[in-house]
């Protein structure tokens, strides 16, 4: 593997999506540091004109709504080449769910790799962690299931959240959302969000103030899932996604922000 990597990404719904290599089939993929795997959908396999993994499921996910859904899993054994990194006998979850919006790059694909992601060059630097970093203002993180959480503060409290670059938006369970004072109710407008399992309703709001280590935001837009639990909320791209190059740091178990 190299010891560094330069990543060119463009911006989809504040998505960062990257090209990459699939078994010599291209395809695009949402960098996402709130997936622990690399995954994609079967019917997503498919279309790439590559045959799905065979037999009875691996496992199942289950998802978070409350009618409990679960969701079948496979493992294909692949080569994946992102840039001029590329990982052979590579495990790539393969998801049987319709709905699945896009090919996720989850944390095992750059493991042993500080990650460096550069919003207004549009770029993710990835960086053997043999090489040093001190740059930044840095906000410790731990890992909880894969999940990288960070402590924020929403109107006033501390709670943990979710570091989710595969996230647009700031987004909350019910729960969550009345311990945080954020109001809502049957007149509060509703829309819809695809989750992995398919779509869900949210409530559309506005959150006083978040604050994340040098980054205030004010009366920032959120969701409140109506009908999804998530053990906590998910902060993404539209609170960390402009103004900085945020570097991942695992080897310190440290996100570090720097100022563009």
């Not at 409140?224 to 791209?237: A, T």
């Not at 402009?242 to 080897?251: A, F, K, L, R, S």
């Amino acid at each position: 593997l190299p010891n560094e990597a330069k990543i060119e990404f463009s911006k989809v719904k504040s998505q960062l999506e990257v090209e990459g290599m699939l078994n010599n089939h291209t395809v695009y993929f949402w960098f996402d540091t709130g997936a622990g795997y690399c995954c994609l959908s079967r019917t997503q396999l498919e279309k790439l004109g590559i045959e799905p993994p065979q037999g009875p499921p691996v496992s199942h996910i289950r998802s978070s709504s409350k009618t409990k859904i679960e969701v079948p899993l496979w493992i294909l054994r692949c080569t994946l080449k992102v840039s001029n990194i590329e990982r052979h006998d590579f495990p790539l979850v393969v998801l049987d769910s319709p709905n699945f919006p896009r090919p996720l790059i989850g944390l095992n694909f750059w493991d042993g790799y500080r990650a460096s992601v550069d919003n207004a060059a549009n770029s993710i630097r990835l960086t053997k962690k043999t090489v040093k970093s001190t740059l930044g203002y840095c906000i410790p993180f731990t890992k909880v299931r894969d999940k990288m959480i960070v402590e924020a503060i929403v109107n006033g409290k501390k709670i943990p959240v979710i570091f989710d670059t595969g996230c647009s938006d700031v987004t909350f369970s019910i729960d969550q959302a009345r311990q945080c004072g954020i109001e809502f109710d049957q007149n509060t407008p509703i829309s819809s969000c695809r989750i992995y399992s398919g779509f869900t309703k949210t409530y559309q709001v506005k959150v006083s103030s978040i604050k994340l280590g040098p980054i205030d935001l004010y009366d920032v837009p959120a969701n409140v899932f109506i009908q999804v639990n998530v053990p906590f909320p998910l902060l993404g791209q539209g609170v960390f996604g402009q103004g900085y190059e945020y570097v991942i740091d695992d080897q310190n178990k440290v996100i570090r922000f720097i100022k563009r």
